[in-house]
Every structure is written in structure tokens, then in C-alpha cells.
């Protein structure tokens, strides 16, 4: 993690949604943190070239990109990142698959609070600080 702020790439089409995380994210003082919001794939490979995530947190269907594709064509732009699958679908085999294809953790929208997201990105971040060379 960046010793000012967490660096959080929400890959996420839907605004209000990025806005509820947001404001849940206002209130969670275990870490600084920075978001940077893109709604498609597109422009979220775009500001990974100007932004250097510690986490992703990153909606599976998006305009320009649906289900398991969306995870792989993030986890090759940013192979050493750990993404946080956030769904709306509570699709067990479909989420299962993810993490098996290396996810480090999935949040279901509407029933995940502002902890309950800073739980999942201190622990992807530090499992995933573990597993670095």
C-alpha cells in the first residue's frame, strides 16, 4: 500500500453504485485512501497508465466487457494487483470460477458495508504483499 493513501481503481458502470462505495468508503479510517472511477474497461487501461492501483475493485459486467472476460482482461493489465470482484449477481459456480482463476475476494452489491469493503481490501492487499518475491 502506498505510505499516504490506498490507490483504489473502481472499475464500476453504474454511478450510483460507484457513489455508494464512495460514501461507504468516507467512512472507513482504517486507511487514506484515493479512488479513481472508471466505467468500462476502456477507460479503466487508460488511467492504469497514469495510476498505479494497490487494489481493484471491479464489476463483472460492464459495457464493453461481461463476466469472467471483464476479470481476465483486467488480471492481464494488472497481473500483480489484487482485484476485488464487486457483483450484483449472487451466482456461487460464477464467482467460485473467479476466485479460482485468482480473485482475491468478491463483494455482493447491497449487502456489503463500508467494513465489511475495508476488511476485503486490507487482506487482498496483504495476502497479496505475502506472495511477492
Do not use: W
Not at 476502456?42 to 469472467?68: C, H, Y
Amino acid at each position: 500500500m502506498n505510505s499516504t493513501n490506498c490507490q483504489i481503481l473502481l472499475i464500476e458502470d453504474s454511478e450510483s453504485d460507484a457513489i455508494l462505495l464512495a460514501d461507504m468508503l468516507s467512512a472507513v479510517t482504517e486507511f487514506p485512501h484515493v479512488i479513481e472511477h472508471a466505467p468500462t474497461v476502456g477507460e479503466a487501461r487508460e488511467i492504469m497508465g497514469k495510476f498505479a492501483p494497490d487494489v481493484i475493485l471491479l464489476d463483472l459486467n460492464l459495457p464493453d466487457s461481461q463476466g469472467l472476460d471483464t476479470y481476465s482482461v483486467i488480471r492481464q493489465a494488472a497481473a500483480t494487483v489484487p482485484i476485488i470482484i464487486l457483483t450484483g449477481n449472487d451466482d456461487r459456480e460464477m464467482l467460485a470460477s473467479a476466485m479460482q482463476s485468482g480473485a482475491d475476494n468478491y463483494l455482493i452489491k447491497g449487502r456489503a458495508d463500508g467494513g465489511r469493503v475495508a476488511t476485503a481490501i486490507m487482506s487482498s492487499i496483504i495476502a497479496k504483499s505475502r506472495k511477492a518475491p
